[in-house]
């Protein structure tokens, strides 16, 4: 991979699984590194001091505009719960019977949280898309297998609360933007670290499952997706003209090879 000196990549989302371990291949390449988070404590402790950090939330329009300036790249790993959780941060004022009530009611249920998928993956999204600048070189972002299959099983279950809505809403807005893109749909997420505190830690990180990794277009794909093959995408595919464009899926299947070849892989794309 050729990395310029002057290229900087935006990870948002940089604490989530994926993102750490997006940032972790970014430095590993020799990329410069800014992330966007909310918690400028954690992603110190995560990072520590490798990454320049920015303070900001893709729901609030303003804090993204210092945080995109000189940015060449911007890699989006934000998202939410696809159920009700404590991560849908909703006002917990509400008496528990009216909580039931929104529950059985999806749709008044995601409205009344302020970190639903509706807001994090159609809204968050749609705000980073219109805080890019426009000498952007690729916008990646990370949707979902699944998001033109969502009213079949299982992918019908787990768009009860508008996840696939919400990811096909922000595929919309990054394709319609005239912006450079690759948007990734990868299958159910597994490997660890989910959760590390420590930069070295994902550095190392290898794939468990032992599996190769195919892809493919027209959201035909169905199965897991190892986060660090992911996040392994992430970063390779802003090198790869052929991926400029392109919205894939991505899944673990088959034997493993002894070395990945990512050229080898994205020229399955057309």
């Not at 508008?162 to 299958?187: F, W």
Request: net charge positive; charged share 20%.
């Amino acid at each position: 991979m050729q990395v310029s000196i002057s290229d900087r990549v935006l990870v948002a989302g940089a604490t989530g699984g994926v993102g750490q371990l997006v940032v972790a291949k970014l430095l590993e390449k020799g990329f410069r590194v800014r992330i966007l988070t909310r918690r400028a404590e954690k992603a110190q402790m995560i990072f520590n001091h490798q990454v320049e950090t920015m303070v900001g939330d893709t729901l609030n329009p303003a804090t993204l505009l210092t945080a995109v300036q000189d940015i060449t790249h911007i890699i989006c790993c934000t998202g939410t719960t696809a159920f009700p959780s404590a991560r849908w941060d909703f006002d917990k004022t509400q008496g528990l019977l009216e909580w039931v009530k929104l529950y059985l009611n999806p749709k008044a249920y995601r409205a009344k949280a302020n970190n639903s998928p509706e807001q994090v993956d159609a809204k968050g999204v749609k705000n980073l898309v219109a805080a890019a600048p426009p000498h952007l070189q690729r916008f990646v972002f990370i949707s979902s297998c699944g998001v033109l299959r969502k009213q079949r099983f299982p992918f019908n279950i787990l768009n009860s609360f508008g996840v696939m809505d919400a990811k096909q809403k922000g595929e919309a807005a990054i394709i319609s933007s005239g912006l450079p893109y690759t948007i990734i749909r990868p299958g159910r997420l597994i490997d660890g670290p989910y959760t590390s505190y420590d930069l070295n830690t994902l550095l190392k990180a290898k794939t468990g499952g032992k599996l190769g990794i195919v892809v493919d277009t027209g959201d035909t794909l169905s199965g897991n997706a190892s986060r660090i093959d992911l996040a392994a995408a992430c970063v390779e595919c802003l090198s790869s003209p052929i991926t400029e464009g392109k919205v894939f899926e991505l899944v673990n299947q088959g034997p493993r090879p002894v070395a990945i070849d990512w050229e080898a892989i994205f020229s399955k794309l057309g």
